[in-house]
């Protein structure tokens, strides 16, 4: 791939991570007044920040690479994003929580795949600023991993939408390490 072809690829998904942002935005906003727990409330409203904070960001990165956002797309995420927000009170509990995993799943990728381009366009920080998205897309992801777990739908919805599958338990040690032993 050549410069021109990084930068193509680079701005494609800033487009596409600007205005998804904006769709996990309203729909992260609805999620947080649908739900009944006090914490999960606070833990939500707060991953809406997040989601706000990181589509202005990709917005300074769009600008900075002349690229401007799409109106069309912008639009469809809007409604998208306005329709996931009414969801949340007709669904129930699970289904916004374990869509919003699976969604936070694709944006961490996303924004690791937009630090690639960025290394090989020389934009040093920009990849540093799309690691650290990459990463706060994780930890979201991984909350909601955690409160999807044991639900009786997970078998189903990870069958037919291949996300949610319980983490391995941390080893203790290393493989093929001897164990210490206590005097």
């Known amino acids: 791939m050549d410069a021109v072809e990084h930068r193509k690829a680079l701005i494609h998904i800033l487009h596409m991570a600007y ?27 707060k991953i809406e920040t997040d989601e706000w904070t990181h589509r202005a960001l990709v917005g300074q990165m769009l600008d900075q690479l002349d690229g401007k956002p799409q109106c069309w797309r912008e639009f469809m995420m809007s409604c998208i994003g306005l329709s996931a927000f009414i969801g949340c009170f007709l669904t129930g509990w699970f289904l916004p929580m374990y869509f919003a995993g699976r969604l936070e799943n694709a944006n961490t990728q996303e924004y690791f795949v937009a630090a690639q381009h960025a290394e090989q366009l020389g934009l040093l920080e920009m990849k ?8 706060v897309e994780l930890s979201h992801e ?18 037919y939408f291949n996300w949610g599958h319980p983490q391995p338990e941390p080893l203790l040690q290393p493989p093929n390490q001897p164990s210490s032993s206590l005097p």
């Open 19 to 45: 205005s998804g942002e904006l769709a996990a935005a309203y729909a992260y906003a609805g999620h947080w007044r649908s739900v009944r727990d006090p914490q999960q409330k606070k833990d939500i409203h």
């Open 142 to 159: 991984d909350y909601f991993h955690r409160i999807v777990q044991g639900h009786m739908l997970l078998p189903l919805m990870i069958r």
């Open 128 to 135: 540093e600023q799309l690691l650290e998205l990459s990463e």
